[in-house]
């Protein structure tokens, strides 16, 4: 009887609903974390810039200020560019491949300059002897004297003094070159107190027009050289 109601517990026990489980925990999703994409290395960027200047064809040269000098100074920019045969000059702003941007500022000063150059000779000499001898006796004798000298002396002196005023021009003129996009893509700064046969706006303004033909020129020359290292890395 006694084993008959423990078989009986036992049936039941595994008949027994087991326990409801709580619901799973939320799976835990893991944190992603968005890349952000690096800026440009230099390198990039110069090269950027450096294909967009060499596709400047048309340039339409800024005001660089209201006062003479600056009118002055772009005009100078203007005549070089233009005699460089590399670039068209326009006064249509909406057709310029790059806009050239700048300040130009010219100084006068003046310099004194004094030399001055002195000789001067001196000489001179001197001399003197004399003797007196005698003798009296009982108010009456002879009294000898003799006396002698002499002196010279010359002097002369020259002086020569120069003195002059010369006045230097310097002129410093600050340069951008933007695209349409609006992106500086070429600067320079040049100086100049002026060159031997043209004044200092002259000299800076051709200065200018040169170094923008150089950079062009070092471009092209790289640009150049780019295929031919490709197919060697081939």
Known sequence: MISTMLL????????????????PPPAVAAAVVPRTQSNSRPEQISEDLGKKLLQVRRIYV???GDDTISKQVQAMVINS????????????KDKADAVLKGTGLEKTSQEFHGMSEGTGVASAAGGHHGSVS???????GSVVGSSSGG???HAARIDDAVASTETINDARVAVR??????????TSTQESTGAKYKGATADVADKISKQLLRDLEKLEKKAS???SQTVQAQ
């Not at 005698?134 to 009456?140: D, E, L, P, R």
């Open 134 to 140: 005698g003798s009296f006796v009982n108010g009456t």
């Open 81 to 92: 560019l233009s005699d460089s045969k590399r670039f068209i000059i326009t006064e249509n």
């Open 177 to 186: 070159l933007v695209d349409t996009d609006g992106d500086v893509i070429w």
């Open 62 to 64: 800024d005001t660089f």
């Open 151 to 153: 002196f010279a002396a």
């Open 225 to 227: 050289e780019a295929p």
């Open 8 to 23: 009986l517990a036992a049936i039941a026990a595994q008949q027994a609903p087991s326990p409801t489980a709580g619901p």
